[in-house]
């Protein structure tokens, strides 16, 4: 069974990588030589980076616990090593080729290749092998461990209460990470923290059909409020906040805002269903990988030639997408088709 595409979420990637891309240009890329005040205002340039991320990894959560709950539903099992093919051609392949390149161009040594691949720039016993160029698959390392732990945890919660167990889950996490924050483990915290959000996609994946129309349907008014009180608080609450609001109150406003988008509206869908959006959220993961090329920090380079970089890795993403990304994810579910097949034959035996 095939899961639909939900086009409003692809808008939600493009979004979300935009944030990180404006967080690299106007912070790390030099540009701060032209605006004197992006200074003042770097905290909340960092957070809203960090915002792009957060939405990243709860659309990541949805999308795979949507996809192994359709399995699930369809076939009553779920055969994890199509799970994990699917995955690794999915994430794997671009990540290799955006490696071999930058490891061609210089910027990085094999250890440092090795690092990243292996998914480890998450750690910060390994976060010397991981520079600008391979710094930012910390967020990939976190996507990949949870891909590991969480579909035995999808198991475990499908033969109990599957929104009630998953919703144990994350209530353990929230209290671990406090409990860790309190005791001044800031890494663990964060690490608990990073889950939370995969977690908590889930979670609404698995909401009952009735309770996702609800939050489709919630009043404008509330869904932009719940927008609001986003940005405020990334706007306006102090820097010593940050781990209590990532655990208590990003989450569930991501959620609404994200999963709780109302298409219904003209205004609202004429973003969120536009097809040249939808397009950019769909290569959204190339766009993240290569922008660290351009945002860099490139001595006597200009604001606006740093701008004309960002606009090339869109027009290398399109390209990637089309010719090496799209085959790899074909060819990643034709075999996956296959060990399921087998899996279902093995069963039926």
């Not at 899961?3 to 939600?12: F, G, L, N, S, T």
């Not at 959000?197 to 939050?215: D, H, K, Y």
Request: hydrophobic share 50%; with cysteine.
């Amino acid at each position: 069974m095939a899961v639909k595409r939900i086009e409003h979420i692809d808008v939600w990637r493009f979004i979300a990588v935009m944030l990180v891309i404006q967080e690299h240009f106007l912070i790390f890329s030099g540009v701060d030589k032209y605006w004197s005040q992006i200074e003042t205002y770097s905290m909340q340039i960092e957070r809203f980076g960090e915002l792009g991320v957060l939405i990243f990894f709860s659309i990541s959560g949805f999308v795979i616990c949507t996809a192994l709950n359709a399995e699930k539903n369809t076939t009553g099992r779920i055969c994890l090593s199509a799970f994990y093919t699917r995955r690794f051609f999915r994430i794997i392949p671009p990540l290799w080729l955006y490696l071999a390149c930058v490891l061609l161009l210089s910027k990085i040594n094999a250890q440092q290749v090795l690092t990243s691949a292996a998914f480890l720039c998450n750690l910060s016993i390994f976060q010397n092998n991981c520079p600008w160029f391979t710094g930012h698959t910390w967020s990939l390392a976190y996507e990949e461990q949870f891909y590991l732990l969480y579909p035995l945890l999808f198991l475990w919660a499908w033969r109990g209460g599957k929104s009630s167990r998953i919703l144990t889950a994350i209530i353990g996490l929230i209290i671990s990470a406090l409990t860790l924050i309190y005791f001044k483990q800031i890494f663990l915290a964060d690490y608990c923290i990073y889950f939370l959000f995969l977690l908590m996609g889930c979670f609404t994946a698995l909401l009952p059909s009735n309770w996702m129309q609800r939050l489709r349907n919630l009043p404008f008014l509330v869904w932009f409020g719940a927008v609001i009180l986003l940005v405020s608080l990334i706007c306006f609450s102090p820097s010593d906040s940050d781990g209590i609001l990532k655990l208590l109150c990003y989450p569930a406003l991501i959620q609404v805002i994200v999963f709780g988008t109302p298409t219904r509206f003209t205004q609202i869908k004429y973003i969120f269903e536009n097809q040249t959006f939808s397009y950019l959220g769909r290569i959204s993961y190339s766009v993240y990988l290569w922008q660290e090329l351009a945002t860099a920090y490139y001595e006597n380079t200009p604001w606006w030639q740093t701008l004309i970089y960002v606009t090339l890795v869109f027009g290398f993403a399109a390209v990637s997408f089309r010719y090496f990304e799209m085959p790899c994810q074909r060819l990643g579910t034709r075999f996956s088709n296959r060990l399921k097949a087998k899996n279902t034959m093995t069963y039926s035996q």
